[in-house]
């Protein structure tokens, strides 16, 4: 199956910082999706990104994919506390099957 | 416009035991995927049922089977519980196979002492 590596596991930042996470793969990746997952909570779809050099922005957010399509990033402008919570990328492997990273776990401090 | 719901909430079985999940895809939707979710760890991709058939499974043991009903609704069943299937299962719905954005349930909780 497909290996899908996030980084970083953990990142504290100062309510006001910005904040980025990364998906890789060593193979090329199909179709990405990015969820959040809030302590306690289920995963809650943020986006999907398909082509190669994809980026898609909302409000505070933005998404990239790759252009080799081997990684894809999830950036954070100004965090605020609700941004606290679980950030996962999925790749879609044969059609039918996403591949969760490990996720990468945000704490803002107020 | 009725979202995903599975019951039950908690659950908490013996080794040895067999259990049953239960899940109530979104209004529109003929997909179901589950998922196992350890704790701090990403959900792990179990099967994926569409249109009432198996359309893809994950790294799992038989022991993990599955139905999906008429109404897109759908069970999942594990077999001779072990320890470590101590988890959080999600099931999460879409449409029309895969590829789309998925939307999950809140998640049944599985203790297995």
């Known amino acids: 199956g497909q290996q899908v590596m996030q980084i970083p596991q953990y990142q504290h930042v100062q309510e006001g910082e910005d904040f980025t996470t990364y998906c890789n793969s060593s193979?090329?990746?199909?179709?990405i999706q990015w969820y959040k997952q809030r302590p306690g909570g289920h995963p809650v779809f943020l986006i999907q990104l398909v082509k190669s050099g994809e980026v898609k922005k909302q409000k505070r957010l933005t998404f990239q994919f790759g252009e080799a399509k081997k990684n894809s990033s999830l950036h954070i402008t100004a965090t605020q506390t609700t941004d606290v919570g679980t950030y996962f990328c999925a790749d879609l492997y044969n059609f039918n099957k996403f591949y969760f990273g490990s996720g990468t776990k945000l704490n803002v401090k107020p | 416009e009725t979202g995903v719901t599975q019951s039950p909430t908690h659950l908490i079985k013996t080794r040895g035991q067999q259990v049953t999940l239960r899940c109530s895809s979104q209004?529109?939707?003929?997909?179901v995927s589950w998922y196992q979710q350890a704790l701090g760890q990403g959900p792990q991709f179990i099967f994926q049922y569409y249109r009432e058939e198996e359309n893809g499974r994950g790294n799992f043991p038989p022991r993990f089977s599955g139905l999906q009903f008429p109404n897109y609704s759908s069970e999942l069943n594990v077999n001779a519980l072990e320890l470590d299937d101590s988890a959080l299962y999600l099931c999460a719905s879409s449409e029309s196979g895969g590829g789309y954005e998925q939307y999950f349930g809140p998640g049944t909780r599985l203790t297995v002492t």
């Open positions: 209004s529109g939707h003929n997909t």
């Open positions: 193979t090329t990746l199909s179709n």
